[in-house]
């Protein structure tokens, strides 16, 4: 008798052991290229959602959970959960780091780095999450350079730093979807015979099937357009039934559907505490938000094509597509486009695909549903921003990699297969560079990234909105540098995201007309959608001492408002230094004189003022010389505005009558007064030349 024996293993093939350490090297480096550009240098600027909301929400929410009140933690009906949730995580981690809540005010943006962190390490993570699922549904090279432009997209990095929803919600949407396709079409460790009895037959793989819930749940978590997840898994899952027929598609599609809604109901309920004391309440607040938020127009307008207008219409958002995506991904969705039209043309002739190419086309075809799906819904809404639209992105990228490797693989026929591995590798490794040499190029401002092909942000400002708090950070800097800052309040559009930038005793206040301030700031998006015309018109009347412009875009300029001041004069001293007026007051045997000057040509400082008060005879009774600008500038800038009281003590037995208050201007070490022009000048027989009469006065 024969004794059995155990089977030898099968020799591992020669080529797998490089192939898999290439495969996690690649892993490697994309954790690498998708965590360091979510994670370094957030402590950079404070969109305006963050300045306004997240970091109080997340505060508030935090408390919540701290004294049980399971209510407050309804914060807002986005809901905006998993937000606030990481949000806490990075408080925690801030505070046991020794970085505290001291607010917002002057504080700058190191806190609110804290609150980032966990967002930009899950977003980061959905990244490589994504990659692996991707194995499973395309082939290897589409798969690794989808996650390459996952990880490396400008647009979709700019939003995965932030304290905010758009990230959040297209990391769990996406790994849903995927997660769903895998499920159902996914590639087989078992042969395909094997997988597609284990369909029909019972649940989708079991794994993938759960996380897709788990991830539709933590995207209803995340913000009320999730809420088109649900209609586009039940399409997914009846498009995509092995079963035939019509009604045994939907039967089997139901099937799968309703477990997966129960499960992600659940983790909404699992995940929201304001659920557990009033589900009726928080429900109502989500509703409450797309109806009268999402619903309704931006109330401060928006900006489209170079005008700006209540709702930019349904070209917004493929113009967002074609302005946000990077040349790469552009060109390959239009590869893709290409190949799918001659495919159509010449669908007679078509061979039967392989398993790998139907899974594929399939997978393709579904993600194209979705975007379209989720771009007609976002079309349809009166509320238009282009980072709205950034859950359909990795869907983008997917495409466009399935479009590059095609038209690479038609490169491929002319060089042999091992060419084109070669020529494939040395291709991903240089796209690679180029991706990730263009984040470190725009860091840490990838939010002003615009595709280079349609004339980057230079003429993406002329288009869109611009603009969502980035720059005020060098506003603050600057501001902080102003020796006069403290003469009077900061006026600013969006003052909440300049305040962290500039000393807390320094009020920011909103420009508006007729507002009293030192230095004025006007915001890109601010000007583009016409807040307050007339403001504007006022404070362009004076140069800008700083313009913030970065990649193209100018974000912000700052201006100095002219010193108020109670009698005009409207004389020119020299090259451009302007009295416009002055004020004066008693007290005592003082008399203060307080100009309000403007430098209307940049030059040297150190120019004095002399004030003369003449008596009714003529005679000079009081007088002071003094630097114009109190000796706080070495060098004058076309737009500066000064003053500075003058106090000049009078003899206490003065006569009564009618006194003079006599101004001019002149230079250390130059032999004349600098000239006058744009009033009459005094007679030279009574100060001297070039001095003008700024005021009188009466003495009883």
Not at 141 to 153: E, I, N, P
Not at 173 to 201: D, K, Y
Not at 433 to 446: D, E, K, N, R, S
Request: with cysteine.
């Amino acid at each position: 008798m024969q004794v059995p024996t155990t089977p030898a293993r099968a020799a591992r093939p020669a080529g797998l052991a490089p192939a898999r350490f290439g495969h996690w090297l690649f892993v490697a480096g994309l954790a690498l290229a998708a965590l360091l550009p979510r994670t370094l240098g957030l402590a950079d600027f404070y969109t305006i959602d963050e300045a306004y909301h997240w970091p109080d929400r997340v505060r508030r929410f935090t408390a919540a959970l701290l004294t049980h009140e399971w209510i407050r933690t309804d914060q807002t009906g986005h809901p905006g959960v998993t937000t606030m949730w990481l949000g806490s995580l990075g408080r925690w981690l801030s505070l046991n780091l020794g970085i505290p809540d001291r607010g917002r005010i002057g504080n700058g943006a190191a806190y609110l780095a804290m609150l980032r962190l966990p967002l930009g390490v899950v977003n980061g993570l959905a990244v490589l999450a994504g990659y692996l699922l991707l194995r499973r549904l395309v082939r290897p090279w589409v798969a690794a350079l989808a996650a390459l432009l996952w990880a490396t997209s400008p647009f979709i990095v700019a939003h995965s730093r932030l304290l905010h929803l758009d990230a959040l919600l297209t990391s769990f949407t996406t790994l849903s979807v995927l997660c769903m396709l895998v499920a159902v079409v996914g590639r087989p460790r078992g042969g395909e015979e094997e997988h597609q009895r284990s369909v029909s037959r019972r649940s989708p793989a079991r794994a993938a099937y759960l996380a897709s819930a788990l991830c539709g749940g933590l995207a209803l978590l995340t913000k009320a357009p999730s809420l088109l997840l649900l209609p586009s898994v039940g399409l997914l899952l009846f498009a995509l039934s092995p079963r035939p027929g019509l009604w045994q598609r939907l039967r089997w599609s139901i099937g799968w559907y309703l477990p997966w809604l129960a499960i992600a109901v659940a983790v909404v309920f699992a995940g929201w505490p304001a659920m557990w004391a009033s589900p009726r309440a928080a429900v109502a607040d989500v509703i409450n938000e797309i109806v009268s938020n999402g619903g309704q127009p931006t109330e401060n307008g928006n900006f489209f094509m170079g005008r700006a207008v209540p709702v930019p219409g349904l070209l917004f958002y493929p113009a967002t597509v074609l302005w946000r995506t990077t040349p790469p991904t552009l060109l390959g969705l239009l590869a893709l486009l290409g190949f799918g039209l001659y495919r159509l043309a010449a669908r007679r002739r078509a061979l039967a695909p392989t398993p790998d190419a139907a899974r594929e086309r399939r997978v393709l075809l579904a993600l194209l549903g979705f975007v379209l799906l989720f771009s007609l819904a976002m079309d349809i809404e009166p509320k238009q921003f282009d980072r709205y639209l950034l859950p359909i992105w990795p869907s983008l990228e997917i495409m466009a990699a399935a479009g590059l490797v095609r038209a690479a693989s038609l490169l491929g026929r002319f060089i042999g297969q091992a060419g084109a591995r070669l020529a494939g590798g040395a291709a991903l490794a240089l796209l690679a560079a180029l991706q990730i040499g263009q984040l470190w190029w725009f860091h840490p401002y990838y939010i002003g990234y615009y595709n280079p092909l349609l004339g980057g942000g230079a003429v993406a400002q002329r288009v869109m909105l611009v603009g969502w708090g980035e720059g005020m950070e060098d506003v603050g800097a600057w501001l902080r540098s102003r020796p006069d800052l403290g003469r009077g309040p900061v006026l600013s559009w969006m003052p909440f995201t300049l305040e962290p930038f500039v000393p807390a005793e320094i009020p920011v206040h909103n420009l508006e007309p007729g507002a009293d301030g030192n230095y004025a700031v006007l915001y890109s998006r601010s000007v583009q959608r016409k807040e307050s015309a007339e403001a504007e018109a006022y404070v362009r009347q004076f140069a800008p001492l700083l313009t913030v412009e970065k990649h193209g875009i100018t974000y912000a300029t700052v201006h100095q408002l002219p010193r108020p001041f109670e009698r005009p004069v409207g004389a020119v001293f020299g090259e451009g230094i302007r009295l416009r007026g002055v004020s004066q007051a008693f007290s005592g045997g003082t008399l203060t004189i307080t100009p309000s000057w403007g430098i209307e040509a940049s030059q040297p400082g150190s120019a004095y003022t002399f004030v003369h008060v003449l008596a009714p005879d003529g005679r000079r009774v009081g007088q002071l010389d003094i630097p114009l600008d109190q000796g706080l500038f070495a060098s004058w800038q076309n737009g500066q505005q000064f003053d500075g009281p003058i106090p000049i003590g009078l003899p206490s037995d003065l006569p009564a009558g009618e006194y003079r208050v006599v101004i001019g201007v002149y230079r250390l070490g130059e032999p004349a007064r600098l000239a006058l022009s744009g009033v009459p000048a005094l007679p030279e027989a009574v100060d001297g030349p070039d001095a003008v009469l700024a005021s009188t006065f009466t003495r009883p």
